[in-house]
């Protein structure tokens, strides 16, 4: 399946070369700015390609709505009910995989701003958003079925897991070396392992255990559990 979606997006590419130039010359002209009203006189401008983007994302929105398959989203599917060229998307995006991954981005709750108050405090708002992300994916079936669906596909997984995952493991494992530092948990530990043990409940709880609670408090529960036992020693 990956294989015939790589060679669907290829021979997409492909067809696009004869147009990419006079697509590109009208993209030009769409993205002038585009003066917003405001209470007090002419607003500032916005770029058009802003908009193009929102209606390229929310074009595959309405297809999964619709219960399309992601198999089944081509990039020429995208574009006509985007109502742009696929070369418009093509240099927005380098393949289906890379524009999926921005649409489950967008539906996903925000990557939240940590206080950098204390290793405790970051460890429980990041738990604290991996908590209502799995609130949001237990009651959207969009979100639900897309993430089945990506996991039987190793090109789209792998483009999530580099663009998505992978930086939000890297976060948490920087949170735990500063903890280090500052002597908050003991400096013999193995951090990559201590991640999994702060991140591990929850994960299990948001996927794979759909009937376990998520209620409030349950990241502090578990930041406070897990510390408990990686303090440094009491003497």
Not at 179 to 190: K, S
Not at 202 to 210: K, Q, S, Y
Request: glycine letters at 8%.
């Amino acid at each position: 399946m990956a294989d015939s979606n790589s060679d669907r997006d290829r021979e997409e590419r492909s067809e696009d070369v004869g147009v990419a130039e006079q697509e590109q010359e009208q993209e030009q002209e769409q993205e002038a700015e585009v003066p917003t009203a405001g209470r007090g006189g002419p607003g500032r401008g916005r770029p058009r390609s802003e908009a193009v983007e929102r209606s390229i994302i929310e074009g595959v929105m309405t297809l999964l709505e619709e219960g399309v398959p992601l198999a089944d989203i081509s990039i020429e599917r995208v574009a006509r009910i985007a109502g742009v060229g696929k070369a418009t998307i093509y240099r927005r995006w380098s393949g289906r995989e890379e524009l999926f991954c921005d649409v489950l981005r967008t539906a996903e709750p925000p990557d939240p701003e940590l206080p950098g108050t204390s290793m405790r405090d970051d460890l429980i708002v990041l738990l604290e958003s991996l908590r209502k992300r799995g609130l949001a994916t237990r009651s959207s079936a969009i979100l639900h079925n897309v993430y089945a669906q990506m996991k039987s596909s190793p090109k789209l997984w792998k483009v999530y897991h580099a663009a998505v995952i992978e930086p939000r493991r890297r976060t948490a494992l920087d949170v735990l070396r500063r903890g280090q530092e500052n002597g908050e948990i003991r400096a013999d530990v193995d951090v990559d392992l201590v991640n999994d043990l702060f991140m591990g409940p929850m994960l299990v709880r948001a996927v794979m255990r759909p009937d376990a609670g998520l209620e409030e408090g349950l990241s502090e529960r578990i930041v406070d559990t897990v510390m408990e036992g990686l303090g440094p020693a009491k003497h």
